[in-house]
């Protein structure tokens, strides 16, 4: 049997089907996300810096706990910026717009309208390069006809 092309931005077969996993959400570069995990995703890594903040605070002069701190400071740090470029990557892929424009997460003041410009604006509708709609197709309006617990064919759960 031979062995089917894998969609691009989708994790490899692990008994679960062709969709992606957490992994692939945070580290992954291709494919598309929906302007909802998109959000979620960005609202995640900041409750993760937020928490680091509280623990350095509340670590007052207690050295080790500052030290501890510290270091999640430091690894949510790369997790974030990390994560930050593949999502806004991905998003950028689900809108039909070049990935070099997520770069302008650097950019002071830029950083901040172009998180609010990729968690605002709709998906595009048609299959690009990168992949089918995050959540179906526009035409139904995302929504599929039966009521299952399964996404739409050539959808992924991380949809709109």
């Known amino acids: 049997m031979a062995a089917e092309k894998r969609k691009p ?4 077969d692990r008994g679960r ?3 992606p996993g957490l992994l692939w959400l945070f580290f992954g570069f291709t494919g598309r996300i929906a302007r909802q995990s998109y959000a979620l995703s960005i609202l995640f890594q900041f409750i ?3 928490l680091c903040i509280y623990w350095a605070v509340a670590a007052g002069d207690d050295q080790s706990r500052l ?3 510290g270091f999640a400071f430091i690894g949510v740090a790369f997790f974030n910026l990390w994560s930050g ?4 990557v991905k998003r950028l892929n689900d809108l039909n717009l070049p990935w ?13 309208l172009m998180i609010l410009f990729l968690a605002v604006r709709e998906s595009h509708p048609e299959t ?17 006809e039966d009521i299952s617990d399964k996404p739409p064919p050539g959808s992924s759960r991380f949809g709109r």
Do not use: K, Q
């Open 85 to 88: 470029i593949a999502l806004s």
């Open 9 to 12: 931005g989708y994790a490899p």
């Open 67 to 69: 030290t501890l701190a």
């Open 48 to 50: 993760l810096f937020c």
């Open 17 to 19: 089907g062709d969709t």
């Open 128 to 144: 690009t390069r990168h992949g089918p709609p995050p959540f179906g197709s526009s035409e139904d309006g995302g929504m599929s």
């Open 100 to 112: 070099p424009l997520a770069m302008l997460i650097f950019v002071p003041a830029v950083n901040v």
